[in-house]
């Protein structure tokens, strides 16, 4: 009886784990890492003041045609202006003139 039961298969048999199990943790774990890297980026180019409903923002781009936008987010609010490279005519009249100090300020003096 004891030859019988030595070779049987069944008697001592233990389940194997998934071989496909360790896939889903690496799966888990690049997702954090992508997460991670799109915070890090936002607050290394100082966008997370997009999401502050509190903040006034203006960012400036221009692309490699020329082409200028300008983004300004007053409280909930983003508008996105798109500049052309032509330039602008028409009728108006003089308002005043505007310097510039040698400490940056501009200073505007109205036509009188």
Known sequence: ????????????????????????????????????????????????DLFDPETELTLTKKNKEGEMEIIRKKGKEIKVTKISSEETAGQGERLGTAYQLDDGQVIYIPEN
């Open 1 to 48: 009886m004891k030859l019988l039961t030595k070779n049987n298969p069944t008697s001592h048999h233990t389940p194997l784990e998934d071989p496909i199990s360790g896939v889903a943790n690496l799966f888990d774990i690049s997702v954090v890492l992508i997460v991670a890297m799109l915070i890090a980026l936002m607050s290394a180019l100082n966008v997370l």
